[in-house]
């Protein structure tokens, strides 16, 4: 069974701070990784997507792979209040279509 | 441009009844793909289709069944309801294989 691994959280950090998100996947032949931000009572909105190994920066948010240790990682610098919400890693599975396995997702709250 | 637009956004069901559930594409996408969302999980895939061919399906039972119409647009059906069938249904649009994948608002499903 191919999965997704998530720190379920909360993950707590003020306002400003920089917030770490990790997960883990183990499907090795996995060829992209997206974040999708999913506010409470919504549906997920994509955030990042990447696809080989180092850090893709878009803003504020920065997506890091790590291919050979199986790691992908979301930093959010200067974290707003209106940052928090649950944060969901997503695998695109091998087998010739577009699945994608879900981690549980990790909730952030960013306090003031 | 419009984007992936799910309908109904929330239904009300009684155990053992019939559900459709339906979803259009970003216009241009040809690839639909369904989830389903428990509380507190991450999204769980249960179809996927293209160019109107089942290219994938998830570990849900027969019950659970979708087809793709000539427009792209799709039509999830869940038969004989249960109440652990209460989830949000997310419809995602990709525009091809790796791309990524871009979801509707959802249909919260209650089964009673």
């Known amino acids: 069974q191919k999965e997704v691994e998530q720190n379920s959280g909360p993950l707590s950090v003020p306002e400003g701070a920089i917030a770490s998100l990790n997960c883990t996947y183990s499907?090795?032949?996995?060829?992209?990784f997206f974040w999708y931000r999913q506010y409470s009572g919504k549906s997920p909105e994509l955030i990042m997507s990447?696809?080989?190994?180092g850090d893709k920066e878009d803003g504020r948010f920065t997506a890091q792979l790590n291919k050979a240790s199986q790691y992908v990682s979301l930093l959010i610098r200067d974290s707003q209040p209106s940052d928090s919400a649950t944060y969901l890693c997503?695998?695109?599975?091998?087998?010739?279509?577009?699945?994608?396995?879900f981690g549980a997702g990790t909730r952030l709250a960013v306090h003031p | 441009d419009a984007g992936v637009t799910q309908s109904p956004t929330h239904l009300i069901k009684t155990r053992g009844q019939h559900v459709t559930l339906r979803c259009s594409p970003i216009?241009?996408?040809?690839?639909v793909s369904w989830y389903q969302q428990v509380l507190g999980q991450g999204p769980q895939f249960i179809f996927q289709?293209?160019?109107?061919?089942?290219?994938g399906r998830g570990n849900f039972p027969d019950r659970f069944s979708a087809r793709q119409f000539p427009n792209y647009s799709s039509e999830l059906n869940v038969n004989a309801l249960l109440l652990g069938d209460s989830a949000l249904y997310l419809c995602?649009?990709?525009?091809?294989?790796?791309?990524?994948?871009?979801f509707g608002q959802g249909t919260r499903l209650t089964v009673v």
């Open positions: 289709y293209y160019e109107k061919e089942e290219r």
């Open positions: 499907d090795r032949g996995s060829q992209s």
């Open positions: 216009s241009g996408h040809k690839s």
């Open positions: 995602a649009s990709r525009g091809g294989q790796g791309d990524s994948a871009f």
């Open positions: 997503a695998a695109g599975a091998t087998g010739g279509y577009n699945k994608l396995i």
């Open positions: 990447i696809y080989s190994n």
